[in-house]
């Protein structure tokens, strides 16, 4: 199982951090990413980070503006989101898939959290 949160207001140039808390014995050994969907929009991949020592990816869109990190002790995995803009907004999901290798594929990831709103005002 998977809970995101974190998501709220903010303005255009601030932060936010996305937390993505997981559960379960084998939730440790795969890769976790983050996805979101705009209104009227198709959910989009946004960053992911494998398991041991695998290369995080970021979609370019966010690329030098968003970090993703894991903590292993609390079974954690963070979003931070520095620098947003208007066009963030959107509902963040956090997802997981079976395998320790990130991908940017969102039919690649078979568990879902539930969404957490991100909301950025210009």
Known sequence: QLQASGGGLVQAGGSLRLSCVTSGRTFGSYA???FRQAPGKE???VAATGRYGV???YADSVKDR???STDNDKRAVY???NSLKP???AVYYCAAR???LATKRRSDYRYWGQGTQVTVSS
Request: proline letters at 0%.
């Open 32 to 34: 976790v990413g983050w």
């Open 43 to 45: 959910r989009e991949f």
């Open 55 to 57: 290369s995080a990816l």
């Open 66 to 68: 968003f970090t993703i």
């Open 79 to 81: 979003l931070q989101m």
């Open 87 to 89: 066009e963030d907004t």
């Open 98 to 100: 079976s395998s320790a």
